[in-house]
């Protein structure tokens, strides 16, 4: 999907720690600061500083020990072309109970304040939460564990509003105009690489 001139795609990055495949979460930013527009670097820090802070989707507490946190790559689209950076910041999980297999993902939504299909997107997070113990046997993550996971999208989404950057939903059909993101819901049902679930 193009990124419409003005905006960003943003990447954080994650990997087990016994392997060298990349898994992401991808969202897309509007700058909604009266400043300067920030290079694609400096957006890169401002998004690993909104997904590594107190309770959000990427600190040492929230993964397995199996998984790492490798930083955020972000993508700005301007009249002339891509312009990418990327920061780097690796935290090693720190959770002790095991993490559920790599072709488990958890579904989240985006949720807008606009109806239909078009307007509803999704990202799946990599296994590096929750533990096995907390899904039972049909799939169901525990309802505690939703909700914190909930939680922790809302800070992320929160600290990148504080930075000035606004969540959006990009578009692959016209309009092409993105579209607020005003929130974020877990999937109580875990998603896996043979069932791809749609909101």
């Known amino acids: ?13 994650y990997q087990p720690v016994a392997g060298t495949h990349v898994s992401t979460i ?24 909104a997904a590594t802070g107190v309770s959000s989707i990427a600190t040492g507490s929230f993964m397995g020990s199996d998984w790492k946190y490798l930083g955020a790559s972000v993508t700005y ?27 488990c993902a958890i ?20 296994p590096v939460y929750p533990a096995e113990t907390i899904v039972d046997s049909l799939g169901i993550i525990n309802p505690t564990s ?7 999208f809302a800070a992320f989404d929160s600290a990148l509003f504080s930075a000035e ?8 059909t016209a309009p092409f105009t993105p579209t607020p993101v005003t929130g974020w819901v877990v999937s109580n049902l875990l998603a896996t690489q043979r069932r791809r679930m749609r909101p």
């Open 26 to 49: 991808g969202v897309g930013l509007d700058w909604v600061g009266a400043g300067p527009i920030p290079t694609p670097i400096e957006a890169a820090e401002i998004v690993d500083t």
């Open 107 to 126: 579904l989240v939504s985006k949720q807008t304040g606009l109806g239909g299909r078009r307007n509803r997107g999704r990202v799946y997070l990599p």
């Open 77 to 103: 689209q301007d009249e002339v072309g891509p312009l990418t950076g990327q920061f780097d910041h690796v935290i090693t999980g720190a959770g002790t109970a095991g993490s559920l297999p790599p072709n």
């Open 146 to 152: 939703v909700g914190l996971l909930g939680d922790r």
């Open 1 to 13: 999907m193009a990124i419409p001139v003005g905006f960003f795609l943003a990447h954080l990055l």
């Open 165 to 172: 950057f606004q969540t959006v939903l990009f578009h692959d």
